[in-house]
């Protein structure tokens, strides 16, 4: 511990540079995921490894292909509401980290896993499957690439 508490890189202990360094992600990390042009609600973390944003907005646009497993529909037809869908292999948040995946070549997490959902029932009924989570513990070349991906327009 006494270790921690001394001097490290410019900063007064490891820990103030381990708090700097993850500001400076977090700020870099939410400065490009605001940017990007897709309609989603970045939330800006006070702690964490995670920002967070709402796709609410942004679950109409979502082609129906990415609600199902991709053998069994090639629709590429925005979804519009997605509650209507019969028997979606996926809820929302995990067909919205499908597309970005797919198409944009960034891979966000889906939060839904994390709530209590019946999974026998359909994924159209979960509940909190309009938010997803994008890591911000990446190197500086990571953020990077991240803007260039997410400055393509789709």
Not at 45 to 61: C, E, L, M
Request: charged share 25%; with cysteine.
């Amino acid at each position: 511990m006494e270790i921690s508490a001394k001097p490290y890189e410019g900063s007064s202990s490891y820990y103030e540079h381990l708090n700097k360094y993850f500001t400076e992600r977090r700020d870099k990390a939410v400065k490009i995921l605001r940017s990007a042009p897709i309609n989603y609600r970045v939330f800006n973390p006070d702690g964490g490894y995670f920002v967070i944003a709402d796709i609410t907005d942004a679950i109409p646009s979502i082609p129906v292909k990415y609600f199902y497993k991709e053998e069994t529909n090639k629709d590429n037809t925005p979804v519009g509401d997605w509650t209507k869908l019969k028997n979606p292999d996926y809820p929302a948040d995990n067909a919205f980290c499908r597309y970005m995946s797919y198409e944009w070549g960034v891979t966000p997490l889906p939060l839904s896993p994390l709530f209590e959902n019946d999974r026998s029932a359909p994924a159209n009924t979960w509940k909190n499957t309009n938010f997803i989570r994008f890591a911000l513990c990446k190197t500086d070349q990571t953020l990077e690439k991240l803007e260039g991906l997410l400055k393509k327009s789709k």
